[in-house]
């Protein structure tokens, strides 16, 4: 598990990987960390205005529903009326009344977070996303409540209060959260500080609470792969090298076509190795996250920009040709009229 990115994080990459993975939650004090996303980043895309749901919300522990119209706006394109438009001014007043702001998926639409996201993801070999939280002093947004993830905490500012507890008990535990009455040991309390990184293993139950002002972290999920996913890997891999009509005609083509699916699979089967389903799972686990690809130069707008020809086709002036081509054909028919 040795990596750049974990080791800025937890320092022994070893004795984490052996001793707190999946089995502690812990608290570590990196000092020079910052969060890729932080408050200039989030007013950064308030100010760029395309910012909408569903990637913005508002939540509040006490069951309180916080509909979106109460922080978002509309807006008119082109003569329609969109909806879910962010609004700072109304999300402001949520917060001042108590609900936690929160931005879903940050990987997919801010450039920073996703490499970071992306690197997370090759080191780990596993699918991440990225969420942030905005969380006044005394709020709560979420409840206790267990996540199907490893996470990472990157406290950007203010101060925040962490309760983490026990492991599930039983392997068939449920996700979301807990009911009032749960009360699963305590593993840890502590108040991050801004460039503080917290680490909640997969399906220990956790809140967080601010502490002071306005508090701001950053949650990279780590998923691992649940039983469909393994599924879906087995039966891909068992049809792997089989090509079959898509929709066979008729009964007999039908029963044709499973008596050779059903052969080929078994004769499959006996080859896959427990190893080479976990990499199969976990390749396409991470493909099926669907981030977009860090584009190159010769990708983006300007740098394509750069290099495109000035001439346009017909013509050595840039983009007249088509100009000239539409004058010359209205004086041909206005001579045709006098």
Not at 133 to 161: E, I, Y
Not at 237 to 254: M, T, Y
Request: charged letters at 25%.
């Amino acid at each position: 598990m040795e990596s750049p990115t974990l080791a800025a994080w937890v320092g022994d990459v070893d004795g984490f990987a052996g001793h707190r993975w999946q089995r502690e939650p812990a608290v570590f004090t990196p000092g020079t960390l910052a969060s890729p996303f932080d408050l200039d980043e989030l007013d950064a895309a308030f100010d760029g205005g395309l910012l909408r749901t569903p990637y913005l919300e508002m939540v509040r522990s006490d069951k309180v529903t916080v509909p979106p119209e109460a922080y978002t706006t509309s807006r008119v394109v082109n003569g329609v009326t969109y909806d879910g438009f962010a609004d700072r001014t109304k999300v402001l007043a949520r917060l001042r009344a108590g609900a936690t702001l929160l931005l879903r998926c940050v990987d997919q639409w801010h450039r920073p977070t996703g490499e970071l996201v992306a690197r997370l993801s090759e080191e780990l070999d596993r699918r991440v996303e990225a969420f942030f939280f905005l969380t006044p002093a005394g709020g709560q947004g979420l409840a206790v409540h267990r996540d199907d993830a490893d996470v990472f905490v990157l406290q950007a500012a203010g101060r925040k209060s962490w309760y983490v507890h026990d492991a599930p008990a039983a392997a068939d535990w449920s996700l979301g959260e807990l009911p009032d009455d749960e009360h699963s040991p305590r593993r840890l309390h502590r108040v991050l500080e801004p460039g503080d990184v917290l680490y909640v293993p997969r399906g220990f139950a956790h809140r967080a609470v601010g502490a002071a002002g306005l508090s701001a972290h950053l949650s990279l999920t780590v998923r691992d792969l649940s039983l469909q996913d393994l599924r879906t890997a087995l039966a891909q891999r068992l049809a792997d090298g089989l090509e079959l009509p898509a929709r066979p005609l008729g009964q007999a083509a039908i029963a044709d076509a499973c008596a050779a699916l059903l052969g080929h699979a078994r004769a499959e089967l006996g080859a896959v190795e427990p190893e080479e389903l976990l990499r199969a799972a976990r390749t396409q686990a991470r493909a099926d996250a669907r981030r977009p690809a860090a584009p190159t130069r010769a990708e983006t707008f300007a740098g394509t920009a750069r290099t495109w020809p000035t001439d346009g086709p017909g013509t050595g002036r840039p983009g007249l040709g088509s100009v000239g081509r539409t004058w010359r054909r209205l004086r041909e028919a206005a001579r045709a009229t006098d």
